[in-house]
């Protein structure tokens, strides 16, 4: 029974580990430099190691029904003692690395109290819009200011949206079957009783509607809304904020990057 105990006590760290990890969802970190709760535990693995295998072995270290005779019981003694003083400080380091990986996992989400809204100041490091594209815009100026009045929401936003999502093409159709200006999947443009997705008016007001839904699911936090326009919310929530996705982050900027050119145009939307 000693000897099950021992073992059961050092599942349950080693479980109570694996649990952290798998709960925080991240790669452990790396080793801790050596700390005294550390050592004591190296050595008392070592010496349960030794001592186990000792009384496997000794013929007298263990007797009839259970009872400890000779030079195994003083080991297995003092294994005891050492192993009942080790756990307390093996919780307490695993408290501390929980911590660790607790700091670590703030610096690759940005938590919605802290979740900043990029801006940018340079308009002039966007390119101009060709000719065509031009023409596009100005067509569609009058639907994107009606709709976005009858949303509460910039149209300059909204517009910004359109070029990052399809860049003016209302035919547009991506590899994972998103249509129209504003990109929106078919599943979605249902819910939002868009009934022909690839029709001009109809995809701008079911984007619309969505994009101003987010706002304010995320009090007005441009960054969090369009991240979810982007990943969805499911993975907004998930993260507590905007998920580490290289795709998601860079389209968070580049949207608000066009929005600020717009509100920067003389004449614009």
């Known amino acids: 029974m000693g000897i099950n105990a021992i073992s059961s006590s050092i599942s349950q760290i080693q479980n109570r580990m694996a649990q952290i990890e798998q709960r925080l969802g991240i790669v452990p970190l790396p080793p ?23 009384l ?12 400890t005779e000779g030079k195994g019981v003083t080991n297995f003694a003092s294994l005891m003692a050492e192993l009942k003083k080790s756990i307390p400080a093996s919780n307490a380091s695993i408290a501390s690395n ?46 994107i200011q009606s709709v976005s009045k009858a949303n509460a929401i910039a149209p300059s936003l909204v517009e910004a949206v359109i070029r990052a999502e399809s860049g003016y093409n209302p035919q547009a159709k991506s590899s994972v079957g998103a249509l129209g200006l504003m990109q929106l999947m078919p599943a979605t443009a249902k819910e939002l009783g868009v009934e022909n997705p690839l029709g001009v008016r109809q995809n701008i007001e079911g984007g619309t509607k969505y994009l101003s839904q987010l706002m304010k699911k ?48 003389q004449g614009g939307l």
Do not use: C, H, M, W
């Open 32 to 54: 801790a430099p050596p700390t005294q709760a550390s050592a004591t535990a190296t050595n008392v693995g070592a010496l349960l190691e030794n001592n186990l295998t000792q």
């Open 98 to 143: 929980t911590s660790s990986i607790g700091n670590v996992v703030g610096t690759t989400v940005v938590p919605f109290a802290t979740a900043p809204i990029p801006t940018s100041n340079n308009t002039n490091t966007l390119p101009p819009l060709p000719l065509s594209l031009l023409e596009k815009r100005k067509a569609l100026k009058p639907t």
């Open 56 to 67: 496997a072995t000794n013929e007298d270290g263990i007797g009839e029904e259970g009872s």
């Open 218 to 265: 995320y009090d007005g936090n441009k960054a969090l809304a369009l991240a979810a326009y982007n990943a969805g919310p499911g993975a907004v929530d998930k993260y507590q904020g905007i998920p580490p996705y290289k795709e998601t982050q860079a389209y968070v900027k580049k949207v608000l990057n066009y929005e600020a050119q717009f509100q920067a145009e």
